[in-house]
């Protein structure tokens, strides 16, 4: 408690910031997937795949807002395919489930709270040490690691650019459903 006093009042500390409320998750939308049936009928599925390492695990229960990125190279051809542009696909939600799959991959299935947007459901795709807590830069030895296949996984360092943003996503209160939708 002295420590704590002493540092709150030092002039010169700065507070750490709060917790995000989301976890951003920087994604490629890899596609449609077949509805899944329930209660309400039909709902809408996309499949996504983590573009970029985020600063914690995806764990169930935890909160995310997915980016989704795509190369820059698709509206300027001189650009390098490393560098990434992103737009707000209109998906925040929570972490349902997620599972390890093969060659060290794991999926995330996200519910979209999004009020505004017609999709229901996410799958994510990303690399299973993501799980465990690793970093891609910390490899062991030459023998593949988790942490190597993750970073094949994810493909070459990318540069993002991310878009400017003039309404944020809120989710359950978002903008998008009352202008009309999309």
């Not at 990125?69 to 542009?85: Q, R, Y």
């Not at 996200?110 to 459901?121: F, K, L, P, Q, Y």
């Not at 650019?161 to 009309?180: F, K, Q, Y």
Request: net charge neutral; glycine share 8%.
């Amino acid at each position: 408690m002295i420590a704590l006093d002493h540092v709150s009042s030092d002039p010169s500390y700065v507070p750490p910031p709060p917790r995000a409320k989301h976890l951003l998750l920087v994604a490629r939308w890899k596609g449609l997937l077949l509805p899944a049936h329930g209660s309400k009928g039909a709902s809408v599925r996309h499949a996504y795949s983590l573009a970029v390492w985020p600063y914690e695990p995806i764990i169930i229960g935890r909160r995310v807002r997915i980016l989704a990125a795509s190369p820059t190279a698709h509206h300027a051809p001189e650009t390098p395919p490393n560098k990434l542009d992103t737009h707000d696909p209109h998906i925040v939600g929570r972490v349902l489930e997620v599972w390890r799959m093969e060659d060290g991959v794991a999926a995330a299935r996200i519910a979209n709270e999004c009020t505004g947007n017609s999709v229901d459901e996410i799958m994510l795709e990303f690399p299973y040490a993501l799980q465990k807590g690793a970093r891609p830069e910390r490899r062991t030895g030459d023998r593949e690691s988790d942490s190597a296949m993750a970073e094949d996984c994810m493909g070459v360092m990318a540069c993002v650019r991310p878009a400017p943003v003039e309404r944020e996503c809120l989710g359950r209160r978002c903008w998008l459903e009352m202008a009309g939708g999309n």
